[in-house]
T-cell receptor, first 119, second 111 residues
Framework: GAVVSQHPSWVICKSGTSVKIECRSL??????MFWYRQFPKQSLMLMAT?????????EQGVEKDKFLINHASLTLSTLTVTSAHPEDSSFYIC???????????????FGQGTRLTVV | LAKTTQPISMDSYEGQEVNITCSHN???????ITWYQQFPSQGPRFIIQ???TKVTNEVASLFIPADRKSSTLSLPRVSLSDTAVYYC????????????FGAGTRLAVHP
């Protein structure tokens, strides 16, 4: 199946600094990608929908100035956590949907996730 | 987006069949039912998807009654490596619709 790759897998940063997470679709084009965050023992929470060539759509309660999303190409979306604080420590996961060949159906593929720890 | 309800947790033993039921009373006509598996510190992985009746692949079966208000994921002969969280999602399978995750079911398989 299609592959979605995230980088880095884990990152530790100091409070107040910014961190960029990359999400790539390796063998298909993704005009739309999704960013989730997940706290320990909890489900995935959708943060935003990333659209190639246009502004991201953020879910209610997600600060767009805090979590900057750039989708500059059909295979790359980036999430930048600006001025990170310890409460931003979480598991961040991206996703993209790829069409099943010959159908209108799509399947969502997920990256392996990025563990962010802010100290 | 239709809301889903699943048991919070389940326990099983190696070699047993596990059935996880999901309720989705407000499922829409165009909605498909999709199940994902997630291991700790990994992204979710697609297991199976269906619209009605029964779907089977190499890892699981999905049973959907005629009213489609619920679905059951069946894992035959589970092993320790099947210990994971299982999510049931409902939504339009076409296009680039976002996926909203419910709480999921935490399955623990014991020796």
């Amino acid at each position: 199946g299609a592959v979605v790759s995230q980088h880095p897998s884990w990152v530790i940063c100091k409070s107040g600094t910014s961190v960029k997470i990359e999400c790539r679709s390796l063998d298909f084009q993704a005009t739309t990608m999704f960013w989730y965050r997940q706290f320990p023992k909890q489900s995935l929470m959708l943060m935003a929908t990333s659209n190639e060539g246009s502004k991201a759509t953020y879910e209610q309660g997600v600060e767009k100035d805090k979590f900057l999303i750039n989708h500059a190409s059909l295979t790359l979306s980036t999430l930048t956590v600006t001025s990170a604080h310890p409460e931003d420590s979480s598991f961040y996961i991206c996703s993209a949907r790829a069409y099943h060949s010959g159908t209108r159906d799509t399947e969502a593929f997920f990256g392996q996730g990025t563990r962010l720890t802010v100290v | 987006l239709a809301k889903t309800t699943q048991p919070i947790s389940m326990d099983s033993y190696e070699g047993q069949e596990v059935n996880i039921t999901c309720s989705h009373n407000n499922i829409a006509t165009n909605d498909y039912i999709t199940w994902y598996q997630q291991f700790p510190s990994q992204g979710p992985r697609f297991i199976i998807q269906g619209y009605k009746t029964k779907v089977t692949n190499e890892v699981a079966s999905l049973f959907i009654p005629a009213d489609r208000k619920s679905s059951t994921l069946s894992l035959p002969r589970v092993s320790l490596s099947d210990t994971a969280v299982y999510y049931c999602l409902v939504g339009d399978a076409g296009g680039y619709n976002k996926l909203i995750f419910g709480a999921g079911t935490r399955l623990a398989v014991h020796p």
